[in-house]
Nanobody
Framework: QVQLQESGGGSVQSGGSLRLSCATS????????MGWFRQAPGKEREGVAA???????YYADSVKGRFTISQDNAKNTLSLQMNSLKPEDTAIYYC??????????????????????WGRGTQVTVSS
């Protein structure tokens, strides 16, 4: 079991920055994919960024160059630094973890969305 708790959301103006954090606990050492997802009103959930246990990092095209995913050495916090925010980044942001090594081996951590463990989300609102 893994527990995930997001924090750091809020309201910012276009061009601003936010840093999201995800506190993890439980069986975090056996999670092979860690990711950030978001869901805007009326839209499907989409992957934002992910990293796997081999250190590979994946970003959605829409956030490349603006967002940075990282994990601390103790692997108990997953972060998402978001710069140059746009109104279209407005969404609820979720942290997620996946224990299956298959997705890491196949380099799919950034392209599949049915992660096993999820946080409750944190709201990010970007105004123009």
């Amino acid at each position: 079991q893994v527990q995930l708790q997001e924090s750091g959301g809020g309201s910012v103006q276009s061009g601003g920055s936010l840093r999201l954090s995800c506190a993890t606990s439980g069986d975090t050492a056996n999670q092979h994919c860690m990711g950030w997802f978001r869901q805007a009103p009326g839209k499907e959930r989409e992957g934002v960024a992910a990293l796997d246990s081999d250190g590979r990092i994946y970003y959605a095209d829409s956030v490349k160059g603006r967002f940075t995913i990282s994990q601390d050495n103790a692997k108990n916090t997953l972060s998402l630094q978001m710069n140059s925010l746009k109104p279209e980044d407005t969404a609820i942001y979720y942290c997620a973890a996946e224990p299956s090594e298959y997705y890491k081996i196949m380099r799919l951590c950034g392209s599949f969305s049915e992660y096993k463990y999820w946080g409750r989300g944190t709201q990010v609102t970007v105004s123009s």
